[in-house]
């Protein structure tokens, strides 16, 4: 699938408001790269997008925050302190297992960091989720590039519907 351009912030966000616009009933996001590409932008107008009326903060220290006031409940996990491993994560797994059951929106950053089982791996493997992947680009300091790609058939609908929604607003590199 082609990268999306993001030009700026204004993009980013219109791209957040067009995928809360194009998530039916659930999803589960998986949502990657380095500090500062803008990972929690994307998710705070994805939550605009869902009528959130709750300020979105980054949960970077609280591992979860829980949004239930918009069309669909948004539960935005960050799991960038599990980096360094060594910890066990099965109880918690269980626990966002039990939120990815339910209707609404699941975006963990940092997914490749919740790492579960012996031989290590990751969460989402196995999952039907949406990976998105932010980048600098090297064009313009407020350029991103997202990388998208749907694993499972929810996911596959998700883009679908996106692609439909932006068709006259995305710009493919």
């Not at 993009?11 to 659930?26: D, P, R, V, Y």
């Not at 979860?64 to 069309?71: D, L």
Request: aromatic residues 8%; glycine residues 8%; charged residues 20%.
């Amino acid at each position: 699938m082609k990268p999306i351009v993001l030009p700026d912030l204004n993009a980013t966000n219109k791209f957040g408001l067009l995928m809360a616009q194009a998530i039916e009933h659930s999803a589960l996001i998986g949502l990657s790269g380095e500090i500062g590409t803008g990972k929690t932008t994307l998710v705070k107008a994805l939550a605009k997008g869902l009528n959130i009326k709750q300020i979105v903060n980054s949960p970077t220290f609280i591992i979860m925050n829980e949004y239930v006031s918009g069309r669909l409940p948004l539960y935005h996990l960050d799991f960038y302190r599990f980096a360094e491993g060594g910890q066990d994560l099965t109880l918690f797994s269980v626990q966002v297992n039990e939120l990815c059951q339910s209707p609404g929106v699941v975006v963990i950053e940092w997914p490749e960091y919740f790492k579960l089982g012996d031989p290590a791996s990751e969460f989402l493997e196995g999952r039907d989720h949406l990976k998105i992947c932010l980048r600098y680009s090297e064009k313009a300091d407020d350029m991103r590039i997202a990388s998208i790609e749907p694993v499972g058939l929810t996911a596959g609908r998700l883009v679908k519907n996106l692609f439909n929604l932006a068709k006259d607003v995305l710009i493919y590199s």
